[in-house]
């Protein structure tokens, strides 16, 4: 029962450094010290979970590097304050097909994380569902300007409907 409890806190506790994140911009605070403070927590759960040998799902893996790379803004590097000011929101599409390339590669279970299967359908369905990543990518630049939450919380859902349909598709072949 403790261990039931304990996995499924730990599932929605991996959201607190976003919600964090989001709330901090909400209510007043500077992006940055919000990007810090998201980034920080972020860089916690992660340290974490490996130390605890924890599986991240690779879309919350992929916003934590979000708010890291946000952090590391306060270091004033020029070329990561130049993309996260430039892309804005669509930035998390890139994180994502960063995390996707090195799942594919390295990842028996690849970037559609499915185990069990024969590694051809994992590379091809982890190579559709980073094109997907990439229109999407495309897709929420398009639309930054028009829609915040479109260009982010509405490309996320409708790349986790994608992921579980072929994760679905591929593992009951």
């Known amino acids: 029962m403790n261990t039931l409890l304990f ?8 959201l607190l450094p976003i919600v964090l994140f989001l709330w901090m911009g909400r209510f007043g605070y500077s992006w940055i010290e919000s990007f810090f403070a998201g980034g920080a ?3 916690g759960y992660v340290i974490y979970s490996m130390i605890q040998r ?3 799902d690779y879309l919350i893996l992929s916003l934590y590097l979000f708010l890291i790379g946000g952090a590391c ?24 097909t ?11 279970s690849g970037f559609i994380d499915v185990q069990n299967i024969s590694r051809n ?20 630049l398009y639309v930054k300007e ?3 939450f479109l260009a982010t ?11 579980n349909m072929i994760q679905n598709k591929i593992g009951n072949v």
């Open 41 to 43: 927590l972020a860089l």
């Open 146 to 148: 028009l829609s915040t």
């Open 121 to 140: 359908k994992v590379i091809k369905g982890s190579l559709l569902l980073l094109g997907v990543t990439v229109g999407l990518f495309f897709f929420a």
């Open 7 to 14: 996995n499924y806190f730990y599932k929605y506790i991996s």
């Open 153 to 163: 919380s509405g490309a996320c859902i409708i790349f986790v409907f994608v992921r």
């Open 54 to 56: 924890k599986k991240i």
């Open 73 to 96: 803004m306060i270091f004033k590097i020029p070329g990561l304050i130049y993309f996260y000011k430039t892309l804005k929101q669509p930035i998390i599409f890139v994180w994502l």
């Open 98 to 108: 960063i995390v996707g390339l090195f799942t594919t590669v390295l990842s028996s």
